[in-house]
């Protein structure tokens, strides 16, 4: 497939414009040319002047697409030169190490073209690789995920995990790519969407039994789906997404499989910026309460620990009809994050159950009390402490008490107040005051007929 630096030759004023630092060219009708250059990591936008002769309309860059369209034509031989994907307004084309987007009305305002290609080619040892974190990828039952922002060097790093589990662990790799422009050893094959789906594509790689898959630009919920989907089939799994650090990258997975999964399709996540790992993050499925919970009210807890200090920094459980994922925090710090969470998520219960406004205050470790207007408090309990008990339950185990307003630090006795009332004591009021202004038309009829007597 295709190599680094090697493709046929262009149309001069093409190879003019990919100057040896130009990772991205961009053609635009009726605007000058634009280049990204630079090292990975360190990408400008600038302007090429070299080639801004004026003349980049619509018609010089039909010309360019003929003629790309005959160099394509007379290397149809070469495994890395083919028509990846041609639609109405839209082809994407690989020559050699070159992705080549071409777009026209009406699925872009103008024509324009785009010419991407790869900065750099580098090994595993080119980066400062951890060796815990080497023979973790060398155990290539495993799911991985390899995140950052556009242009960090993601697809780079995975070209060069797949290589070494190629060529020096001895691993047979395949690949889910769209489009297809992951630059690897010969033998390791490279799969496109089949018939534009890649959930076709997973069904013949279960056939085909590769070690490892790489699984370029996971991206859309159903490649969420699709690489859980291989990755509980037993194939060890690379997938590249786009975040801004590990721990979204990990919110991504979170919604598209349950949560007593997670921990088995994604086991790794190895966050890049600037072309070099800025952290590896592991999880860990554990059963335990929640940091702040009590001990008998053990759950599932997925841990998610800094690699290879094995500092837990999050913790992800269900936490009441929500799913959770807390910082864990100091011990000593005043409130917890849990406890931040809980007190969230207590009056936001209580609002959406009765309607009132509450305040809550921790008063331990696992033990809160909740300040609300004194006519609502009997509800709130609930008979025999039905209902405390239950909110209790829902929280996680938290030990509840309810206090009437009037008891909350700062605030005046006087708890019945508009600004502390509940919506139903208002509505009932309002409710009352439309009555006392509206009499109704039967007890107007009564009203007369005491008067005709």
Known sequence: MAKHGDHP?????LEDCLQEDV???????????????GTIGKLKLVELDEVNDGQWDKLRLESLEEELMQVLEDNNER?????????????????????????????ADTREMTIVRPVAKLSLSDYDFDQKLIDRLSDHHR????????GSGKTTMAQAIGEYLDEQVGAVVKTMEAPRDLQLPDRITQYAPLEGDLEKT?????????????????RRARDFEIFADVRLAGVGLLGVTHANSALEAIQRLIGKVELGLVSQVLDTVIHVEKGQIAQVLE????????TGMQEELARPVIEVVEFPKGTVIYEMFAFGSELAVVPVGDADNRVSPLQALAKEQIIQEIRRWVGVKCE???????????YAPKSMVSTLIGKGGDNIRALQNELGGLSLKVEPMSAWEGKSTRDDMDSDFDIQ?????????????????????RKSRKGRR
Do not use: Y
Not at 9 to 13: D, G, K, R, S
């Open 23 to 37: 990772h991205t060219v961009f053609l635009k009708a009726d605007c000058p040319v634009r280049v990204k250059r």
């Open 360 to 370: 809550v205050k921790f008063t331990g470790q696992t033990s809160a009390t909740i």
């Open 283 to 290: 999880l860990r499925m554990t059963v335990k309460p929640p």
């Open 425 to 445: 004591d208002r509505r009932s009021r309002g409710a009352r005051a439309w009555e006392g202004h509206n009499p109704s038309s039967k007890s107007q009829r």
């Open 79 to 107: 495994s890395d030169c083919f028509l990846e994907i041609d639609r109405h307004g839209c082809k994407v084309v690989q020559l050699g190490d070159l992705r080549i987007t071409i777009a026209w009305p009406p699925f």
């Open 202 to 218: 997973a069904e013949i790689i279960f056939l085909v039994r590769p070690d490892f898959v790489l699984f370029d630009e996971v």
């Open 143 to 150: 799911g991985v995920f390899i995140s950052g922002r556009p």
């Open 9 to 13: 030759e262009l149309p001069q004023i």
